[in-house]
């Protein structure tokens, strides 16, 4: 068996995971790699791979199909936050997957999701009324963290004002259990969501109102209902996902457009490009930066490496996105690109359920952002924002200067 390895390093080790991402696409089109939190793994490196293999069925999402060694890793870390919860579709394949994404897909709609801009539009412009301008402020505590949480909790008929509870918890959920105090952590934030979530489930049962969770509860399709625990479940992992990496997006965005100020003032000039800014960001910068975490259910030959059935697999969605076979001059930040079917919300039957959502969201914020405050600027260099350790990637604070 041929295995090509990533030079020997982790990959959490770099601020700027990209240029090393080139070197392994150049090395080959699957490479073995180390990491900090899962041990060896696969990464698929190029767009086409990638577009193919997020929907085979030959890497599962079922960490059954782990070997017994990273079965074991799984067990006492749980690495990815999805493992934090039991029965919803994340962990499961088709038919179980199928079943229940069609009931959840019946009431997310689209429909219900453009309803929420409004509050959207002005949950950011409440947000933004209360911090000081013309002195540096953190835009990831005061805005990209507090939004996403709000939305899913007004979506979902949850209390506005129990979203200051829930923040901290659903970033906890992403952290990276690399020893056994983190681990820890992240165990409590799970209980205490779980405890929370399923109080609100079983309120919602006596007193239901016309937002999703209530309509979950009814939904069905042939008689099959969501059980308590798949609906708890379903909207923790909304909140883990969800929330998380929409808040990581419009961290990276904000310091993208930054250390590009041509395309700020571009989009200043032009506001009608901030959709396909918003793709770009997603693109270049995606939250998701490694990669969909799989689970090899059979042996799998790509190219000249065969890939063993138990072993861990990334589909690798950010160095997909940087595929000069696939994007050209990937490497260039451009906010009028035509040409960018990126891979940031996966794809396949696992394609992100929330991905207008999070469309939404970036939208508004970067259309408030660009209007109230057109002299908006950091107020750190570029190179001393700190990243987040954690399974999502984006800045752990964003010091910004806000000027209209």
């Not at 085979?56 to 799984?74: Q, T, Y």
């Not at 490009?273 to 930066?289: D, G, M, N, Q």
């Not at 950091?378 to 604070?397: M, N």
């Amino acid at each position: 068996m041929d295995r090509q390895r990533g030079k020997g390093r982790t990959l959490n080790e770099y601020l700027d995971p990209y240029p090393y991402f080139g070197r392994l696409r150049e090395s080959g089109r699957v490479v073995q790699i180390r990491t900090a939190f899962a041990g060896d793994g696969w990464l698929i490196t190029r767009y086409a791979d990638a577009q193919r293999l997020a929907g085979d069925p030959r890497l599962s999402v079922d960490a059954k199909h782990a070997g017994p060694e990273l079965r074991k890793r799984l067990e006492q870390f749980k690495f990815r936050f999805v493992d934090s919860f039991p029965d919803h579709m994340l962990i499961v394949d088709p038919p179980e997957h199928t079943r229940l994404r069609r009931l959840i897909s019946k009431e997310f709609t689209p429909g219900r999701v453009a309803a929420l801009k409004p509050y959207i539009r002005r949950t950011v412009d409440e947000l933004l009324d209360v911090v000081p301008v013309d002195r540096p402020i953190d835009l990831v505590a005061t805005l990209a963290a507090p939004l996403p949480v709000m939305v899913i909790a007004r979506l979902l008929g949850i209390r506005r004002e129990d979203a200051d509870f829930l923040q901290p918890l659903v970033s906890a959920l992403i952290e990276l259990p690399t020893d056994s105090e983190v681990a820890a952590r992240i165990d409590k934030a799970r209980a205490e969501l779980w405890d929370y979530l399923s109080g609100v489930v079983a309120d919602k049962r006596k007193s239901p109102d016309r937002a999703l969770l209530s309509a979950l509860i009814t939904a069905h399709d042939e008689g099959d209902l969501l059980s308590d625990t798949e609906l708890t479940a379903m909207a923790a992992v909304l909140f883990a996902g969800g929330a998380e990496t929409t808040a990581h997006a419009i961290g990276s965005g904000v310091l993208l457009l930054q250390r590009h100020p041509e395309q700020w003032r571009r989009l200043i000039e032009r506001p009608q490009l901030i959709p396909s800014a918003v793709e770009e960001l997603l693109r270049f910068e995606s939250p998701v930066t490694l990669g969909l975490i799989r689970f090899a259910a059979e042996d799998i030959t790509i190219g000249e490496v065969t890939i063993p059935r138990g072993d861990l697999v990334f589909v690798g969605l950010a160095t997909a996105n940087h595929d000069g076979q696939r994007f050209e001059q990937p490497e260039q930040f451009d906010i009028t690109r035509q040409q960018n079917a990126h891979l940031a919300f996966g794809r396949g039957v696992h394609y992100c359920l929330g991905a207008g959502l999070a469309r939404i969201e970036l939208t508004t914020v970067f259309s408030v952002l660009l209007s109230r405050f057109p002299r908006l600027r950091l107020a750190e260099k570029p190179t001393e924002v700190q990243w987040r350790s954690a399974a999502l990637r984006g800045p752990s604070a964003l010091s910004v200067i806000l000027e209209s």
